[in-house]
T-cell receptor, first 115, second 117 residues
Framework: EAGVAQSPRYKIIEKRQSVAFWCNPISGHATLYWYQQILGQGPKLLIQFQNNGVVDDSQLPKDRFSAERLKGVDSTLKIQPAKLEDSAVYLC?????????????FGPGTRLLVL | AQKITQTQPGMFVQEKEAVTLDCTYDTSDPSYGLFWYKQPSSGEMIFLIYQGSYDQQNATEGRYSLNFQKARKSANLVISASQLGDSAMYFCAMREVATSGTYKYIFGTGTRLKVLA
């Protein structure tokens, strides 16, 4: 079974530029999460989807961050315009509703550096 | 207030010895789950072990066991027979039911474990 796929793995941009990250969850996983992990900290949830609907985006800085999951499968997270403090690893995770423990499975992450 | 607290920023352990990583949590929800994840330098979060709030026995998965003390609200991870490959960041996480009815995960700040040869 293929794991959670993310791209790109690394991205370097200048502040005020825009950037987009892509995530493809494990097949059949209805729930998809985007996390931001700043160096030295634990992951912080940005947005959570159930199929193609948003169930939690309370910590998403909506003035610059946006995310979509149009067909209930893959998802994109966009930052526009980027700030220096957006430098972090962006982790995507998915989980299967009703599965044992319903644990999250994470992708390899995208490391973003904003200069 | 912190919902998940990991008080050990870093730990050292000798190869083949056991090590305990501490985690305390705070919730008023009677139904919750506790997870431990390992994050090597590559960055991927790897699921290790799960403990449900209603589980009577402590969870075990191979060399990993979870010392669950509900009254103390602690969920410490015990790694037995440490290996060099265990060197990584370890995160404790709690899952609660959000107001939306779906699950919400909260992570601690992590403990960096270094296994010494």
């Amino acid at each position: 079974e293929a794991g959670v796929a993310q791209s790109p793995r690394y991205k370097i941009i200048e502040k005020r530029q825009s950037v987009a990250f892509w995530c493809n969850p494990i097949s059949g996983h209805a729930t998809l999460y985007w996390y931001q992990q700043i160096l030295g900290q634990g992951p912080k949830l940005l947005i959570q989807f159930q199929n193609n609907g948003v169930v939690d985006d309370s910590q998403l800085p909506k003035d610059r961050f946006s995310a979509e999951r149009l067909k209930g499968v893959d998802s994109t997270l966009k930052i526009q315009p980027a700030k220096l403090e957006d430098s972090a690893v962006y982790l995507c995770a998915s989980s299967l509703v009703g599965a044992r423990w319903e644990t999250q499975y994470f992708g390899p992450g995208t490391r973003l550096l904003v200069l | 207030a912190q919902k998940i607290t990991q008080t050990q920023p870093g730990m050292f352990v000798q190869e083949k010895e056991a090590v305990t990583l501490d985690c305390t949590y705070d919730t008023s929800d009677p139904s919750y789950g506790l997870f431990w994840y390992k994050q090597p330098s590559s960055g991927e979060m790897i699921f290790l072990i799960y403990q449900g709030s209603y589980d009577q026995q402590n969870a075990t998965e191979g060399r990993y066991s979870l010392n669950f003390q509900k009254a103390r609200k602690s969920a410490n991870l015990v790694i037995s027979a440490s290996q060099l490959g265990d060197s990584a960041m370890y995160f404790c996480a709690m899952r609660e039911v959000a107001t939306s009815g779906t699950y919400k995960y909260i992570f601690g700040t992590g403990t960096r474990l270094k296994v010494l040869a």
